[in-house]
């Protein structure tokens, strides 16, 4: 089994920045991609960013230019590194990871393993 457990979460003012972290434990695959996602308030839950075979990365246009999402393979943990946040990015923000393809990367059917996710709040 594969478990994962964000951090990082918290109330911050618009302009602010967060890193979130979400650390990996059990069985894992080097070749899964892992990915961050977020639900707001009465929303779907959407894409974020994804970390493709450790190296490839993309973002959803929402956050593209404002989030980085990173990998420390010696501690197993991702991040995503939240600059300039707005208040439209407040959210539960999850980790995944799982067997997705590059084509699916972006959808939440494609993965396995979800953390219980962390609450960003961007206040005005």
């Known amino acids: 089994q594969v478990q994962l457990v964000e951090s990082g979460g918290g109330l911050v003012q618009s302009g602010d920045s967060l890193r979130l972290s979400c650390a990996v434990s059990?069985?894992?695959?080097?070749?899964?991609?892992m990915s961050w996602f977020r639900q707001a308030p009465g929303k779907e839950r959407e894409f974020v960013a994804a970390?493709?075979?450790?190296?490839?990365?993309y973002y959803s246009d929402a956050v593209k230019g404002r989030f980085t999402i990173t990998k420390d393979n010696a501690k197993i943990t991702m991040y995503l590194q939240m600059n300039n946040l707005v208040p439209e990015d407040t959210a539960v923000y999850y980790c995944?990871?799982?067997?997705?393809?590059?084509?699916?990367?972006?959808?939440?059917?494609?993965?396995?393993?979800w953390g219980q996710g962390t609450q960003v709040t961007v206040s005005s």
């Open positions: 995944a990871t799982g067997s997705a393809i590059l084509s699916s990367i972006g959808s939440k059917e494609a993965y396995n393993y």
């Open positions: 059990g069985r894992t695959i080097s070749n899964y991609a």
């Open positions: 970390l493709f075979r450790s190296s490839r990365t």
